[in-house]
């Protein structure tokens, strides 16, 4: 396998990007992911904030003690992973990390996997999705996208501009990618739109370094309407307008616990953005 690291965008060619490695060196090691080609990319992202402007090569670790970046966003970065994988992952590669489905990271031929079956809602989904869950029951594991979100970022990459909500779609028959990013298509940077307050409250299996089983983020923006994301409860993170619309979840019966979980969230945050 060859490793290159382009030091300007014109040098970038294909192969498989790679930023702080986190998540792909232990898909690589797992066989999960093949290339004969690895980018590291950390020469040509953006590293830093700028004003309303992230740079996508920007860790999480130096998110989590950024004072000039919504509360929000500050908190899914801090309570996002472990401090080692924190100071190593980037704000781009947390946003494109893979499905945590046990069956999907053990390899099974999986819906996701382009297989015919999704194991999960026919097996073991405790930890699964309660929206959306019909072609693939995987949730999405990625608190800080969900701030993102909530806070209407938009996102810089090396072909166009679009809404980090725009980032994700749900994985279908014709096309199981849970993202609309093109094969070399790089993020470089994130802007975020003015907002008022903004609020991410996680709930975890154990107090820290956990994935979220469900993750809600809601920021207040110019008009004053409070916008809502949720992590853990979809194959992407998952808009709701309020409260209510999780009477419309459609939960795995093992993944029921999960409904409750996110309405207490769901009003909590509200009422600290009160
Ligand atoms: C044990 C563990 C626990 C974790 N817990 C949490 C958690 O609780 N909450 C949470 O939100 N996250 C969690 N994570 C995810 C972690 O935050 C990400 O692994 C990390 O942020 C990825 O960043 P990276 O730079 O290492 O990405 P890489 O591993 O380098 O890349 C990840 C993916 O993004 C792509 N990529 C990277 N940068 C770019 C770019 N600029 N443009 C286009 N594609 C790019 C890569 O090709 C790859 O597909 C956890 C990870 C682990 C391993
Ligand atoms: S939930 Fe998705 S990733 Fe997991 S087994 Fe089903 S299809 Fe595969």
């Known amino acids: 396998m060859e490793l290159l690291r382009p030091s300007s965008l014109e040098e970038l060619d294909g192969g498989l990007l790679l930023h702080g490695g986190t ?12 290339t004969e080609r690895l980018v590291d990319v950390r020469g040509v992202v953006p590293r830093g904030v700028d004003g309303a402007v992230i740079g996508a090569g920007t ?35 947390n946003l494109l990390q893979a499905t945590r ?29 309660i929206f959306a869950n019909e072609f693939c029951a995987s949730a999405h594991p990625s608190d800080v996208a ?25 994985p279908d028959e014709g096309n199981r990618s849970t993202t609309t990013l093109e094969s070399g298509e790089l993020l470089l940077e994130i802007e975020l739109p003015p907002a008022g307050a903004s609020v991410y409250l996680k709930a975890m299996d154990r107090k820290r370094w956990a ?39 459609t939960p795995l019966p093992r993944t029921e616990w999960k409904v409750p979980l996110a309405r207490a969230l769901v009003r909590r945050a509200l009422a600290a953005l009160a």
């Open 23 to 34: 998540e792909v060196v232990p898909l690589l090691r797992e066989g999960l992911l093949e």
């Open 211 to 249: 994935f979220p089983q469900v993750g809600v983020a809601v920021a207040r923006h110019e008009d004053g309407s409070p916008r809502i994301a949720l992590a853990g409860v979809a194959p992407i993170p998952w808009r709701i307008e309020g409260v209510d619309d999780l009477d419309a979840a």
């Open 101 to 129: 489905c046990w069956y999907w990271r053990l390899g099974y031929d999986c819906r996701l996997h382009g297989g015919d079956r999704c194991h999960a809602r026919d097996g073991e989904h405790r930890e699964h999705a």
């Open 59 to 93: 860790t999480l670790a130096e998110l989590e003690v950024e004072p000039a970046i919504p509360d929000a966003l500050r908190e899914a970065c801090r309570l996002a992973a472990s401090p080692q994988l924190r100071s190593m992952g980037s704000l781009g590669g």
């Open 146 to 170: 969900a701030a993102l979100v909530a806070l209407g970022a938009r996102v810089r990459t090396n072909q166009r501009e679009l809404a980090v909500e725009e980032l994700y779609r749900l």
